[in-house]
């Protein structure tokens, strides 16, 4: 514990002695970690926002218009023969007339004088898969059934979505890549000149016989600090610049869902504090160097 003591304080005052580039590289990080934890909260809402653009892995069967009972049942058994089916809900036309009304309710009464054989609907059944990659398989096979007049999938759109949520997530990986970079070899060049100045003392240790572990640990400990404070400043900027952003686009936009920052927080924690280590600790141990070897 005392050797513990020892190396922290070392690491606190190498990290004064730094002052300029010890603010430049906390800087830097916290700068880095606030693009990616951005991109991430952006990524994040994007994905949520499609999520709920209707139900994309739902298909609509619509029976013919003079189908019986009995066709019906047996047209929800062959459905539910089917590969890849995770549920069959059927809707009689009376149902899906009383569903429009209801989406269109200002406008109901133009559907109050339409009787049961004047309805232009036919029974239907909502489909809705588990995997998309057989899908498109799925969408032929409901078309092969007899009395099915028609089949409404929304594949395209969805498939354009997967795109669109992939490439967010691969730019996201190579910008958070980008940034820790730029941060690691900030971090490098200020632990260097840590190890630069104490040279000679490193030098002494090592002529009496001080282990690696014991001259790099104040090194380590500096660049884990390094990486703590820029990680902890940056969550609480990024948690006021997300929640002012927040109260502006649902005053003045309204119709996007934003997810929640308290739901996001153990992500963004993992992400900025094992950003922040990683370089603060890598950064040091590249930057020890020749200095700690025997």
């Not at 990524?43 to 619509?62: G, K, M």
């Not at 089916?85 to 429009?100: A, C, M, Q, R």
């Not at 967010?168 to 632990?191: D, K, P, Q, R």
């Not at 820029?230 to 997300?242: D, N, P, Q, S, W």
Request: hydrophobic content about 50%.
């Amino acid at each position: 514990m005392r050797r513990f003591g020892d190396a922290l304080i070392q690491a606190l005052h190498g990290m004064f002695r730094n002052g300029l580039l010890t603010f430049v590289s906390i800087f830097v990080l916290i700068s880095c970690l606030l693009f990616i934890g951005s991109f991430a909260l952006i990524s994040r809402n994007i994905d949520y926002n499609l999520a709920d653009v209707t139900d994309l892995n739902e298909i609509e069967v619509f029976l013919e218009y003079d189908a019986d009972d009995a066709t019906a049942a047996r047209v929800e058994a062959e459905i539910n023969k089917l590969d890849n089916v995770e549920s069959v809900t059927y809707v009689s036309k009376e149902d899906g007339l009383k569903e429009i009304a209801g989406e269109f309710a200002e406008y109901s009464y133009l559907l109050d004088d339409i009787t049961a054989e004047e309805n232009p609907l036919s029974d239907c059944f909502r489909i809705v898969y588990a995997d998309n990659a057989k899908a498109t398989t799925l969408d032929y096979d409901l078309k092969q059934i007899e009395g099915v007049r028609k089949v409404n999938s929304r594949l395209d759109l969805a498939a354009t979505i997967g795109s669109l949520q992939s490439g967010v997530s691969i730019v996201f990986v190579w910008f958070a890549i980008l940034c820790g970079v730029v941060s690691l070899f900030v971090i490098i060049n200020t632990i260097k000149l840590s190890v630069y100045a104490r040279r000679e003392e490193i030098a002494i240790m090592r002529y009496i016989g001080a282990g690696r572990a014991y001259i790099a640990a104040p090194f380590v400990l500096e660049g884990a600090l390094i990486g703590i404070v820029g990680a902890t400043v940056a969550y609480f900027l990024e948690k006021l610049i997300y929640r002012a952003l927040s109260g502006f686009i649902v005053s003045e936009i309204g119709i996007v869902k934003l997810y929640s920052y308290s739901a996001m927080t153990p992500m963004l924690l993992l992400i900025f504090f094992g950003i922040a280590l990683f370089c603060g600790v890598v950064g040091s141990i590249v930057s020890l160097g020749r200095y700690v070897e025997a």
